[in-house]
């Protein structure tokens, strides 16, 4: 009941933002008084709107601590349960950390999260089908903690459709340039298990972590979709993303600032998916909904076009859409 709930509303929304969609053409944006910005940049700073905008749709995260005393420990917070082995944590200076263990952390499992965080599900152009990521990161006395050598930290969550063949991916976050998954190839000491309800990742690094494996295209024909939109949404106040109606898998949209369009990265034809745009225009903010389905263009040419007007939306409520995706 829950998740048809959920279903439902995020149906409604999308039936409502559909119906006040105006032609990419004639748009103006409500309320925007001053002369729209509608130069496309080469690349990106950190006074541009579209940082604040990926800014304002993190999820914070989750600030705690724990005693550590190099013998070992059990501990969770949120939806984390973290061991640590005796020896296992070392400071960047090379000393062993004693006391209080200062920790951040958050889980990301939901797409619509995923978005939130700027986060595509994407390793080297390649999708993979996540089974949650979260960031682990440890101070002793303002002193950065790190895995020591050898060893491997265990953390564990619950995940309510688990599969085998995980795989450990790594990033470090950059608001600017966005995310970079690359897998861990040290099997040694970084893998994944099914535990009990969840999954276990074995880890000798920090930062960001995903469990996730690459979705297999072997003979599935590929696509590309490009996004038209107004002539004042630029990829210095907009993003653009592609969630997987049918698989935990999000694919960021790139800026082709010639062609002054978001451009994706290969999809397999025949997967239903739903194409999200947010932008930040002065004080207000701007989403845009479609839900298509990847097939081969008629054309041959390997690429779809597709134009979104979005609508005046208040933040709030761009959050709960993508709570709900």
Request: glycine share 8%; net charge positive; with cysteine.
């Amino acid at each position: 009941m829950k998740n048809f709930l959920k279903l439902l509303t995020a149906s409604l929304f999308l039936l409502v933002l559909h119906a006040c969609q105006k032609n990419v053409d004639t748009f103006i944006p409500d309320s925007i008084n001053s002369t729209p910005d509608t130069v496309w940049q080469n690349s990106l700073t950190a006074n541009m709107p579209v940082i604040a905008l990926k800014n304002e749709l993190r999820r914070p995260k989750i600030t705690d601590s724990f005693a550590y005393n190099n013998t070992g420990v059990v501990y969770n917070a949120g939806n984390l349960f973290l061991t640590v082995p005796p020896s296992g944590l070392v400071t960047n200076a090379g000393s062993v950390p004693n006391g209080n263990i200062h920790r951040q952390s958050l889980l990301i499992q939901k797409k619509g999260d995923f978005i939130s965080m700027g986060m595509p599900t994407v390793c080297n152009g390649q999708l993979l089908i996540t089974g949650g990521a979260f960031f682990l990161g440890l101070k002793n006395n303002n002193n950065e903690v790190n895995v020591s050598t050898g060893t491997s930290l265990g953390i564990r969550y619950d995940h309510n459709s688990t599969v085998t063949g995980m795989k450990v991916y790594n990033s470090i976050e950059d608001i600017i340039t966005g995310f970079a998954w690359t897998q861990n190839t040290d099997i040694i000491y970084n893998n994944v298990n099914i535990v009990n309800n969840g999954y276990e990742v074995l880890s000798n690094r920090m930062q960001w972590i995903q469990a996730a494996y690459l979705f297999d295209t072997t003979g599935i024909p590929q696509t590309t979709f490009s996004l038209k939109l107004p002539v004042n949404y630029t990829n210095a106040n907009t993003v653009a993303y592609i969630s997987f109606n049918n698989m935990a898998c999000v694919a960021g949209m790139n800026a082709n600032v010639a062609a002054r369009r978001f451009i994706s990265g290969n999809l397999p034809v025949n997967s239903p998916i739903t194409i999200v745009v947010i932008s930040k225009q002065v004080n207000d903010y701007y989403l845009g909904v479609q839900q298509t389905v990847a097939g081969t263009p008629s054309s041959g040419a390997g690429t779809q076009d597709v134009i979104i007007s979005p609508v005046k939306t208040p933040l709030s409520s761009i959050r709960s859409f993508l709570n709900n995706l």
